[in-house]
């Protein structure tokens, strides 16, 4: 190869690769602008916000602030903090679907909720009262808790029965026992499942972060049966989209 040449071919090729490391240092140097999360639609100044249950409810052996529906209320404020919260439970250790419905009845409480909850049936199945009884009651209370919630069926949120079997207190149970509680409450849980689905309400699952219990000793509370705080607050993680939909439309 001619000297000249060899130098024209060396000159190309240098600045190919220059031209090269130019596009891949000037790739490496851009910028990719911050994802700016979307903005959380405004809602109501005022939201009253209404928890009918039992003792998941009202929070069995965890503090006032740690049972879900506080921390759900204090999740809410965080998001929306010019909006002023209320709350109000109706759930008391113990109650089945009958005793929740005559509290109700003994409170009439107003019709001015903006957010209902329901968790309710697990002392049901724990007194072994016959299934036709929640069949009947369950849903009577979701229709309370839609008249309550200004008629909008929209802004009830129904969860679902945790399963007790799956912890401390479930395990001293024998085998057969212990699966039958499993089994009955997946009934149970099934039954409201359907039930709200074909009547547009919504429904939140919690019952498998429940069935932790036993792999995960922190979710259960001091007591050895019922969710602890950590608990809860999956449970309120696990509800926020729906609550949030709720409260925006």
Known sequence: M???FKQVVTVILSIFLLSCNTDESGSAKTITPPVTPAPNIPISKSVNYLALGDSYTIGQSVCETCRFPE????GLKALYPQTDFSLKIIATTGWTTSNLLLAINNQNPEPN???VT???GVNNQYQHKNFS???KEFPELVNKAIMLAKGDRKNVVVISIPDYAYTPFGKNVTSSQNAAISAEIDQYNSFAENYCTNNNVTFVSITDITRQGLNNPSLVASDGLHPSESAYKMFVDRMMPKVKMALQD
């Not at 921390?71 to 204090?74: G, P, R, V």
Request: hydrophobic share 40%; net charge neutral.
């Open 2 to 4: 001619k000297p000249q």
């Open 71 to 74: 921390q759900l209320k204090t």
């Open 113 to 115: 909720y903006d957010l």
């Open 118 to 120: 329901l968790l309710i």
């Open 133 to 135: 009884v929640y069949e």
